[in-house]
């Protein structure tokens, strides 16, 4: 009876964000950053035509019109999060979800919360697995990246880009791209959400956090500006990217198996949630500092790409 009710609990809270705001931001950062003129000013522009610009967006925004653009940009890349508790917005994947009116300017009003992550599974103990399911973080990326490209349609492009940005970002976190059969979750773990795990709330919010989760510019920036100089450090001041979505989640795959689930099969549970070491705490934070760069580096890429 116990275990129906965790269950329950679990099925209702809010699954998988992916990076916190900071970790997006942080991404985000290195990527404005590192657009082309051409790109920011295409960018700039089509976020000014996004229905949320005036409010969401630019909310805290600097004056001055370079510094509001930028933060704009960062802005977007949180959107795709914030629409989870904003209830002009629908959650299109629960059963008998009651769609809201569609306002002006909006293409459609579903949360898609499906689309963050893709949940390519594996299993240490020979678990069947469940295969990945439509509409997943691969086909939006991929879609998007064509749409966006191709539209003549600006509003469209408009609401496309921080989904693009967002969900780039997401993948670029290794339990975005993965879940874990064992036998006592033949359903999978949904990206470490129900993997109980001390520091933590579970293993996928330790993930999230390992940027950090103070969202002040200050941070950002500063956060930023070290893991960029880290990664061209190691990679040369213009480091060569993949533009390739199918790519990236497939290196998250890797990294989860490799960097992620290294502490054997088990679950933990709220009650008596698996403590980490400090050096799995410690390793989590290194990784992430390379992915959120990956992500920033490649974020510009793509867009750098797209808006010639
Ligand atoms: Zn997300």
């Known amino acids: 009876m116990k275990r129906t009710i965790a269950l329950a609990v679990v099925a209702l809270a809010p699954t998988a964000s992916a990076w916190n705001a900071t970790g997006h931001r942080i991404a985000s950062a290195i990527a404005y950053d590192h657009l082309t003129p051409a790109a920011r000013q295409r960018v700039d522009a089509l976020l000014q035509k996004h229905p949320d610009y005036a409010t969401l967006l630019t909310s805290g925004a600097p004056p001055d019109p370079e510094g509001r653009a930028r933060a704009a940009f960062l802005s977007a890349s949180v959107r795709p999060d914030i629409i989870r508790n904003d209830n002009r917005f629908y959650d299109d994947t629960r059963e008998n979800a ?34 990945v399911k439509p509409p997943n973080a691969l086909t939006e990326l991929r879609r998007i990246l064509k749409e966006i490209g191709q539209s003549g349609n600006d509003l469209v492009a408009a609401y496309d880009l921080p989904w693009l940005i967002h969900v780039e970002e997401d993948v670029h976190n290794p339990l975005h791209c993965v879940s874990r059969f064992v036998r006592s979750q033949p359903k999978g773990d949904a990206g470490g959400n129900n993997v109980f795990v001390m520091p933590g709330r579970n293993l996928h919010a330790l993930w999230d956090d390992a940027g950090g989760s103070d969202p002040s510019s200050d941070y950002v920036n500063q956060f930023a500006a070290q893991i960029m100089l880290e990664f061209v450090t190691r990679r040369g ?52 500092r390379t992915q959120l760069a990956l992500a920033g580096f490649r974020l510009a890429a793509i867009l750098n790409e797209t808006f010639k």
């Open 98 to 131: 009651k769609p809201t009116p569609l306002l002006p300017g909006f293409p459609y009003m579903e949360r898609h919360t499906n689309w963050h992550y893709i949940d390519e599974p594996f299993s240490p103990d020979g678990t069947p697995l469940d295969p």
């Open 237 to 288: 001041q213009h480091p060569r990217v993949s533009r390739d979505p199918k790519r990236w989640v497939r290196e998250g795959f890797e990294l989860a198996k490799r960097e992620v689930y290294i502490f054997g099969p088990d679950t933990g549970s709220r009650e008596h949630p698996l403590t980490l070491s400090e050096d799995y705490v410690s390793n989590s934070r290194r990784v992430a």
